[in-house]
T-cell receptor
Framework: GQNIDQPTEMTATEGAIVQINCTYQ??????LFWYQQHAGEAPTFLSY??LDGLEEKGRFSSFLSRSKGYSYLLLKELQMKDSASYLC??????????WGAGTKLIIKP | IAGITQAPTSQILAAGRRMTLRCTQD?????MYWYRQDLGLGLRLIHY???????GKGEVPDGYSVSRANTDDFPLTLASAVPSQTSVYFC??????????????FGPGTRLTVL
């Protein structure tokens, strides 16, 4: 079966750095996506990785290791508005997205 | 530019009733998707369409049907609603659905309660 694992909930302090991990087992791999979802809202795209390594985009970075079936999302200089759920999704051999259940990130002052 | 709109925003429905959730996009995207999101579970794909005139089944298609008569609209129909279909439903679209960094853009969602 296909499986995406990420922690259910994490807590971090405003101004700090947090790393959200995602491990996956899927039938095929055609890219990994991270989305942000604020409570009661739609998911919005954050990042895309298809090759191994780190992709940096402002305060957010995403890393991928295809051999380990592993990715992480790194959020720097945390702000209160970063409180949200972060969804990891893998595009499988059928080019469909398989989604993790999401990590709820709580930012404390 | 509105992006993707969904209607209704929320709905309470009696079991056994028929219901159509509407989705319209103005980005001229080829591919469209319907997901349901339940607490503790990831988004699950119900049906998708890679281009107007074609549709496909996702992970959880039973009890749902879709049509794609044109590029912009992708309605989802529950023929006879059951309580297990209580969920938040998201419509999404993407440019090609097939390759590359094909980002999916989501509508605001419809919160459906079946009693």
């Amino acid at each position: 079966g296909q499986n995406i694992d990420q922690p259910t909930e994490m807590t971090a302090t405003e101004g700090a750095i947090v790393q959200i991990n995602c491990t996956y087992q899927t039938s095929g791999f055609n890219g990994l996506f991270w989305y942000q979802q604020h409570a009661g809202e739609a998911p919005t795209f954050l990042s895309y990785n298809v090759l191994d390594g780190l992709e940096e985009k402002g305060r957010f970075s995403s890393f991928l290791s295809r051999s380990k079936g592993y990715s992480y999302l790194l959020l720097k200089e945390l702000q209160m508005k970063d409180s949200a759920s972060y969804l990891c999704a893998v595009r499988d051999s059928n080019y469909q997205l398989i989604w993790g259940a999401g990590t709820k990130l709580i930012i404390k002052p | 530019i509105a992006g993707i709109t969904q209607a209704p925003t929320s709905q309470i429905l009696a079991a056994g009733r028929r219901m159509t959730l509407r989705c319209t996009q103005d980005m001229r995207h080829n591919a469209m998707y319907w997901y349901r999101q339940d607490l503790g579970l990831g988004l699950r794909l119900i049906h998708y369409s890679n281009t107007a005139g074609t549709t496909g089944k996702g992970e959880v298609p039973d009890g749902y049907s879709v049509s794609r008569a044109n590029t912009d609209d992708f309605p989802l129909t529950l023929a006879s609603a059951v309580p297990s279909q209580t969920s938040v439903y998201f419509c999404a679209s993407s440019d090609s659905g097939l390759a590359g960094a094909d980002t999916q853009y989501f509508g605001p969602g419809t919160r459906l309660t079946v009693l």
